[in-house]
């Protein structure tokens, strides 16, 4: 592999992190602007939220689309590789302002209701917690599978194993928006459009099991037989 060649290939990576950096700006922007005022660290926290969404629906769907196009991507690829990084940090990014948000100066009440004797959040707005806190551990596992060293010490299968957790932490994801709207009685459209986005991103999903399904029974000895 020559030095052109690598040039070429961290440039156009290079241009599609920035493309994807000023796609994740521009939502982040807009749901921001789309908050109501005036705290800082509401509307902040909203915009990462759902720019995270965003990106996070954008890497479960690029599977399906691939299925549907009738194209085998490998392993691990760029694009879906850049784009999951980029969900991970706005993730992180969101937890970090999230957890400033309500009961400022005493942030362990979002797990616990009491130190002495310690007593669990029982309560709509503690499971909401937990659920975002247990997204977050598996972003940062993502995270640091994101690379092609993770790749060849745990080898092809293992590595899969880890990534499908992927699935999980949308599925927290989902929980934790629900009870945080339930929490804080979120308006219609941003009930309208998370709602939107699980959808497509479920029914991509399930579309996309369906089809690799179809291809296996048309790939299987007994199919092979019958014709």
């Not at 990576?13 to 602007?33: E, K, M, Q």
């Not at 497509?200 to 999903?205: D, S």
Request: charged fraction near 15%; charge should be positive.
């Amino acid at each position: 592999m020559n030095d052109s060649f690598l040039s070429r290939y961290w440039l156009r990576r290079g241009l599609r992190l920035l493309l994807l950096c000023a796609t994740a700006i521009f939502v982040s922007a807009a749901a921001y602007w789309l908050t109501p005022p005036p705290d800082f660290r509401h509307r902040l926290s909203m915009a990462t939220a759902y720019a995270a969404l965003c990106f996070l629906a954008a890497t479960l769907l690029l599977g399906p689309w691939n299925v549907l196009r009738h194209r085998t991507p490998p392993v691990s690829y760029d694009l879906r590789r850049d784009i999951g990084i980029l969900t991970g940090v706005l993730a992180l990014i969101h937890t970090a302002i999230g957890l400033s948000v309500h009961l400022r100066g005493r942030m362990w009440m979002y797990f616990f209701s009491s130190l002495h004797p310690l007593q669990v959040q029982a309560t709509t707005f503690g499971a909401a917690n937990y659920t975002g806190l247990s997204a977050t551990l598996l972003f940062l596992m993502l995270l640091a599978l994101s690379n092609d060293w993770s790749l060849r010490v745990l080898g092809t299968p293992r590595w899969k194993k880890l990534q499908r957790w992927t699935y999980v932490a949308f599925t927290l994801t989902a929980v934790h928006a629900i009870l945080f709207q339930c929490v804080e009685n979120r308006r219609l459209p941003w009930i309208v459009f998370f709602a939107t986005t699980v959808t497509i991103t479920i029914a991509a999903q399930w579309l996309g099991y369906w089809r690799r399904r179809q291809r296996q029974v048309g790939r299987s000895p007994e199919s092979a037989r019958s014709r």
